[in-house]
């Protein structure tokens, strides 16, 4: 299903890692929102882009969060990821 779409293993577990990174960097766990409320894209040079939906959209407004900054690195079993939170 993910080979269709173009995602291999590393990246789907990178994009993994950055959602939980996410979710650890608003300090909230998974509390009132789930991992499809966050995407993690890439531009052009492969660098991760994070868009919101949904639930976690109206906490990052409500926490006045402008942009989520993420590092997504990987080896071929393993990925980490870091995420930094800007807010107001």
């Known amino acids: 299903m993910f080979e269709e779409k173009g995602n291999n293993l590393q990246t789907i577990a990178g994009n993994f890692a950055a959602k939980e990174a996410i979710s650890k960097s608003l300090g909230l766990g998974i509390r009132g929102y789930n ?3 966050i995407e993690i894209l ?3 040079l492969g660098k991760p882009i994070v868009n919101t ?3 976690l959209e109206q906490i990052c407004i409500q ?7 993420v590092s997504i ?3 071929d079993n393993y990925a980490v990821a ?3 939170t800007i807010t107001t």
């Open 35 to 37: 991992f499809k409320d």
């Open 42 to 44: 890439r531009n052009s």
């Open 53 to 55: 939906y949904n639930n």
């Open 63 to 69: 926490y006045s969060v402008l942009e989520i900054k």
């Open 73 to 75: 690195s990987h080896s």
């Open 82 to 84: 870091n995420a930094i």
